[in-house]
Every structure is written in structure tokens, then in C-alpha cells.
């Protein structure tokens, strides 16, 4: 677990957040151990901003990650940041429901599933 928190605090400092300044990084693990990390990055067209989350799930499938047991967030609030809505669809569709782990510069941590924070997913069973 240390490494995968290690990993999403040094994606967070290569965020990339000019208008918010509000800086994140995700580290996935994959089944295998091995990790996909992402990182924030923002847009002048903020529509176009892409999250931490989904930026290390997208780089998973890319590299050919499947299978993935959690997920850390790393942010420097004092409230623990969990995923958006969006990131929140994503990560059930890519990684189903995998163990969440919020961490913050402070050193402050919380573990959850995802279906915790996600109770009721759309997804393809609603599809058929």
C-alpha cells in the first residue's frame, strides 16, 4: 500500500492545474503489482479538463492493465478528496469495485470500496 500512495503523491506534483491550483494524482494497481499513476490536467476550456482518476485508468488500458485491486487519490486538502461523478463511472466500468484509498499531504488516509461511494452504477447489464 505504501508504494501506491508513494505513486499517487509524486503524480500529484506533476499536475497540471494553471486556473484552479488545485493539484491530484491517482496511482492504479493492477493485480500484478504493477502500478499506472495520472495526474490532473486543466484546460482554459474547462470542460476539457481531465482528472487524476481517469487519466491513470485510460493509461492502464493503454499500456494493458485489466485487472486492478485499488486505487489512491492523493490531494492536498484537509478533507479527504474522493473521485468525482465522472471518475466514479469510469473506475466502475474499467475497474469494478475496487478498494479506494484517500490520502492527503498531512498524512491522513481512508480505504473504501467503491460501491461505497458508488452505490447504484449505471453499466452495461443496464445495456442488454
Known sequence: MERLIEAALEARARARAPF???LVGAALEE????????C???????????????????RAMAEGGRRFVR???????EALTPPCGACRQVLWELCG????????????????????????????????
Do not use: H
Request: hydrophobic share 45%.
Open 97 to 128: 469495485d475496487v478498494e479506494i484509498v484517500l490520502v492527503n499531504l498531512q498524512g491522513a488516509q481512508e480505504t473504501m470500496r467503491l460501491s461505497t461511494l458508488f452505490p447504484r452504477p449505471f453499466d452495461a447489464k443496464f445495456l442488454d
Open 20 to 22: 484552479s491550483g488545485f
Open 71 to 77: 486505487i489512491a487519490v492523493a490531494a492536498d486538502s
Open 40 to 58: 490532473n490536467v486543466e484546460s482554459a476550456s474547462y470542460g476539457l479538463t481531465m482528472c487524476a482518476e481517469r487519466v491513470a485508468a485510460f
Open 31 to 38: 493485480e500484478d503489482g504493477r502500478i499506472f499513476t495520472g
